[in-house]
């Protein structure tokens, strides 16, 4: 098991006061709210037996709307870059795969971003592997 070190939970324990005054923040509650709409919209398109009936727009508005891709501006441009490299349907399978599937996580998270391109750990823009 793993144990922190005391120097570690003595920095973490300096932060849970400004932590604690965040969580009391109009900020910090229009957060929480928007995290709930957002998992519960997930939870609907991407549940086991919703899952099959996920739409392009559907997947476009669920792809614009993860934090990783807040950054870019023109977020369909990254959205149809990945539609472009996979049929839907075969997106939509492996997507099923990857929150359902029987083989363990790591098998199907690996079998995922290999097969779905533009989205993951080291897709970035100009990687070859995304054209």
């Keep these: 098991m793993f144990v922190l070190s005391d120097r570690v939970i ?11 005054k965040y969580l009391a923040t109009d900020e910090c509650k229009e957060f929480l709210k928007e995290r709930r709409e957002r998992e519960h919209e997930f939870r609907n398109l991407l549940g086991k037996d919703t899952i099959e009936q996920l739409s ?8 614009s709307s993860l934090w990783a891709y807040k950054i870019w501006t023109k977020k369909d441009y ?11 349907n075969t997106l939509r399978s492996e997507l099923k795969n990857l ?14 971003f290999e097969a779905v391109r533009g989205i993951g750990p080291c897709r970035r823009y100009g990687d070859p592997r995304f054209r």
């Design 10 to 20: 003595a920095s973490i324990s300096n932060f849970l006061p400004g932590f604690r």
């Design 56 to 63: 392009e727009p559907d997947f476009k508005r669920i792809i």
């Design 78 to 88: 990254v959205v149809d870059m990945v539609l472009k490299s996979i049929d839907f």
């Design 99 to 112: 929150l359902y599937g029987d083989i363990p996580l790591a098998k199907r998270y690996d079998r995922f």
